[in-house]
């Protein structure tokens, strides 16, 4: 009777293994497909951080353009006015330029989608750094400039 009673205990601790082993392999696996789906997330909000920033940064270079033609019809109507000139249709075309108003366009989706994951989804501590500081100091700082430049004239 001891004898079938040792059998059957070590069967069961036997079976207590095994079924311990594999609820441990399952979260196991489970783990590595969160962490694999986390990672598809990581690449997609990467992507689409890197097209809002490269966005933001050709509507800086336009405007900065826009900018260099604003000046320079600014000088155009300053010659016109220091020299008492005649009105033409290209000071007036410089009156036009020079009045168009350029500012940094708020692209933020990815961003704020990126806030709302938790920006702990970047992996990188560096990358997630320089992003948070392009975007809660850079960006702010560009859209003061531009909005004191404006209070200035």
């Known amino acids: 009777m001891e004898n079938k009673t040792r059998k059957y205990l070590k069967y069961a601790i036997g079976e207590i293994l095994l079924v311990v082993f594999g609820i441990l392999i399952a979260l196991q696996i489970n783990n590595w497909n969160e962490n694999q789906k ?6 997609e909000t990467l992507k689409a951080l890197e097209d809002d920033i490269l966005e933001s940064f050709n509507d800086i270079e336009h405007d900065a353009k826009l900018n260099q033609l604003s000046l320079k019809s600014a000088l155009q109507i300053n010659e016109y006015v220091n020299n008492n000139l005649v009105l033409t249709d290209t000071i007036i075309a410089a009156f036009e330029i020079a009045s168009y108003d350029y500012k940094l366009n708020d692209v933020k989706g990815a961003y ?18 320089d992003i948070v500081a392009y975007y809660e100091i850079a960006v702010p700082f560009l859209q003061r400039t531009e909005l004191h430049g404006k209070t200035i004239l």
């Open 38 to 43: 986390l990672k598809v997330i990581e690449k």
């Open 112 to 129: 704020k989608s990126l806030q709302n994951k938790g920006v702990e989804l970047i992996s990188n501590k560096d990358l997630r750094a």
